[in-house]
T-cell receptor, first 116, second 114 residues
Framework: EAGVAQSPRYKIIEKRQSVAFWCNPI?????LYWYQQILGQGPKLLIQ????????DSQLPKDRFSAERLKGVDSTLKIQPAKLEDSAVYLC??????????????FGQGTRLTVV | GDSVTQMEGPVTLSEEAFLTINCTYT??????LFWYVQYPGEGLQLLLK?????DKGSNKGFEATYRKETTSFHLEKGSVQVSDSAVYFC?????????????FGQGTTLQVKP
C-alpha cells in the first residue's frame, strides 16, 4: 500500500513570496489533515478535510493560508504572502474512516519550508 | 484547551538501557492517547495507542499505560537499541470534536549510543 505522498520535500522562498504544497493521501482515505510543525515543537493542526469538505480550519491563518481538496482526493496548501515565521515542516496525514477519536492517522514525510 | 506535556530532551542512553519518556495530558473528557515516532528522514509513524483508562498499548518492545488518575501515558522500553534513536511524540485525540484531530506534545529526542 502506497503511503501519503507530499511534494516538494524542500522549499526555500523569500518573504512575501507565495508557495504551494501538494499532498496525495492513501487511496480511499476520506479524511485528510494538514499540520504545521515548527522546529522544536509538536505538529499543530491547520486544517482537516472530510472528503472535499472542511471539518476544522480554526487554526488556519486565513489571511495568508488557503487549502483545497479537489474531488476529495489530492490537496494543496498555499501560503501567500509568506512570512519568516512560516518556516516549518508542513505535514499531510490521512485516515481511513469518518474521523473518530481513535483512528490512526498516516503521515507523509513532510515539506520543509524555509522563508528568508 | 487540551494539551500534552512531554519531558524535555534530548535523552541519551547506552544500548540495552531502560527507557522512560514521561507524558502527561490535560483534557476534558477521556481522550485516546498515542505515541508517534519520527525516525531520521522519515514521516511520523504510529508506535502505539490506548483508547481508555488502564489500557496498555505495546509495539516493538515499547509499552505505555493510560493512567487516568495521574493523567499520564509514559513510554517505556526495557532495552533500547541504536535503531530506536528517533524523536518520540505523545499525542491525544480531541474528544470534544471527535474528528480525529491530534494534539501533540513537543517531542522528545532519543539518542542511543552503542
Amino acid at each position: 500500500e502506497a503511503g501519503v505522498a507530499q511534494s516538494p520535500r524542500y522549499k526555500i522562498i523569500e518573504k512575501r513570496q507565495s508557495v504551494a504544497f501538494w499532498c496525495n493521501p492513501i487511496s480511499g482515505h476520506a479524511t485528510l489533515y494538514w499540520y504545521q510543525q515548527i522546529l522544536g515543537q509538536g505538529p499543530k493542526l491547520l486544517i482537516q478535510f472530510q472528503n472535499n469538505g472542511v471539518v476544522d480550519d480554526s487554526q488556519l491563518p486565513k489571511d495568508r493560508f488557503s487549502a483545497e481538496r479537489l474531488k476529495g482526493v489530492d490537496s494543496t496548501l498555499k501560503i501567500q504572502p509568506a512570512k519568516l515565521e512560516d518556516s516549518a515542516v508542513y505535514l499531510c496525514a490521512s485516515s481511513s474512516t469518518a474521523a473518530v477519536a481513535n483512528t490512526e492517522a498516516f503521515f507523509g514525510q513532510g515539506t520543509r519550508l524555509t522563508v528568508v | 484547551g487540551d494539551s500534552v506535556t512531554q519531558m524535555e530532551g534530548p535523552v541519551t542512553l547506552s544500548e540495552e538501557a531502560f527507557l522512560t519518556i514521561n507524558c502527561t495530558y490535560t483534557a476534558t473528557g477521556y481522550p485516546s492517547l498515542f505515541w508517534y515516532v519520527q525516525y531520521p528522514g522519515e514521516g511520523l509513524q504510529l508506535l502505539l495507542k490506548a483508547t481508555k483508562a488502564d489500557d496498555k498499548g505495546s509495539n516493538k518492545g515499547f509499552e505505555a499505560t493510560y493512567r487516568k488518575e495521574t493523567t499520564s501515558f509514559h513510554l517505556e522500553k526495557g532495552s533500547v537499541q541504536v535503531s530506536d534513536s528517533a524523536v518520540y511524540f505523545c499525542a491525544l485525540s480531541d474528544v470534544s470534536s471527535n474528528t480525529g484531530k491530534l494534539i501533540f506534545g513537543q517531542g522528545t529526542t532519543l539518542q542511543v549510543k552503542p
